[in-house]
């Protein structure tokens, strides 16, 4: 898990209107897809880059 930046989640819910849930699993729990990569490139592009893009595990 890696600590966010406070707020990250709910900025990034009003850019993609996805879950609290679906942006939650992207950038604590790892998953994968077209969605999960999103989330993690606007975290990077907002916040701090602390995610590899498009990367497989």
Request: proline residues 2%; without cysteine.
């Amino acid at each position: 898990m890696n600590a966010l930046f406070h707020g990250s989640i709910a900025k990034i819910q009003k850019m993609t209107g996805y879950s609290r849930t679906t942006i939650s699993n992207a950038l604590n729990n790892g998953t994968t897809g077209r969605k999960a990569e999103r989330v993690r490139k606007l975290y990077n592009m907002n916040f701090a880059p602390i995610f590899k893009i498009g990367e497989n595990k």
